[in-house]
Structure formats: C-alpha cells, structure tokens
C-alpha cells in the first residue's frame, strides 16, 4: 500500500497526464544540478513542467489515465516535461537545451493525445508554437482577400481613369 506521500504524488502525475497537451518523458541522467536547474528554469519561463518522478509512481498513474504505452519507457533516470497551453513547447525546450548539454534526452511523448515514439519527437520539436501556427493560417487565409481587393481595386481605377479619358475627349470636341 502506498504511503499518503506517494498517493499524493501519483494524484499529482496522474492530473498532469489528463490535462497537459504535451507530455514528454526524458532521461535526465548526466546533467549535473547546475544544467538541471537551468533547465527548469527555462522551463518555468515557458508555462512548462518539468518534474523528476520515480518510475513506479508514474507507471501507476500512467495505468490510472489508460496511458499503457508510456509504461514500457519509464526505466531508468526519468522525469516528465509537460506543458498544458502549446503541446509542442516542451519538446522544443529541451532538443534546444540539449543542443548545448547533449542531455537530456527525450524517450516518448503524448502529443495532444496520441502516442509518439522517439523518432516523432524531433519533428514535434520543429513545429512552431500555435500562435505562430495561427499567425501564419491567418496570414494564408487574408491572402487570397488581399489579392481579390487589390484586382478590384485596379479594375475599378482603371474603369476611372477610362471614364475620365471619355469625359475629357468630349469636353474637347465641344
């Protein structure tokens, strides 16, 4: 029977699992606590968790949720990056971080619900932030407007100048 203690904590694990959009589990084993504190700070900056959790509470609460994929990489040195408001920002933080330390590294992820192997997390890392995502459908969406207005617009200018030209002529013929 767990202790209070670690009932506690897979309570906590087991909410972060339902509610973030982006979890990531890494292994952090190699950085020394000077990295493992930029890193969190980093983290922190970003709205993202970064947690260390012992690997049979979190294999609990990865039961509790239905998250029995995740299961099979909680072995080793393991702690959790997650992030409830962009799904791609934990995995950025930390393929940039380990640009520089070449820890940690990430083993799996959740991205928005779905299961993802190591080989998918780099390309999650690459994509941009939703506001960046939203930015640029907006940007794509007024384009085509943008392009109609401004044939309109020189249709209807040259129709003017046209218009003009004819009043002119007659204004000169009489």
Avoid: H, W
Avoid at 5 to 16: C, D
Avoid at 81 to 105: C, H, Q, V
């Amino acid at each position: 029977m767990p202790t209070p203690e670690k009932e506690a904590v897979i309570k906590e694990v087991s909410e972060v699992f339902k509610k973030a959009e982006g979890i990531f589990i890494t292994d952090y084993k190699g950085l020394n606590v000077t990295q493992m504190t930029e890193l969190r700070n980093k983290c922190r900056e970003s709205a993202v968790g970064y947690r260390v959790v012992k690997n049979t509470l979190a294999k609990i609460a990865a039961r509790e949720v239905g998250y029995n994929e995740m299961i099979d990489y909680l072995q080793g040195p393991s702690a959790i990056a997650f992030s409830y408001e962009d799904a791609s920002t934990p995995a950025r933080i930390i393929s940039e971080f380990a640009k520089k330390a070449e820890k940690p590294t990430i083993k799996m992820s959740i991205f928005e619900g779905q299961f993802y192997g190591p080989t998918k997390v780099k390309q999650i890392a690459n994509l941009p932030s939703k506001d960046v995502m939203y930015t640029q459908l907006v940007r794509n969406m007024n384009s085509p407007v943008q392009g109609l207005v401004g044939n309109l617009n020189g249709l209807l200018s040259k129709l003017v100048r046209t218009l003009f030209a004819v009043k002119e002529k007659k204004n000169n013929l009489n």
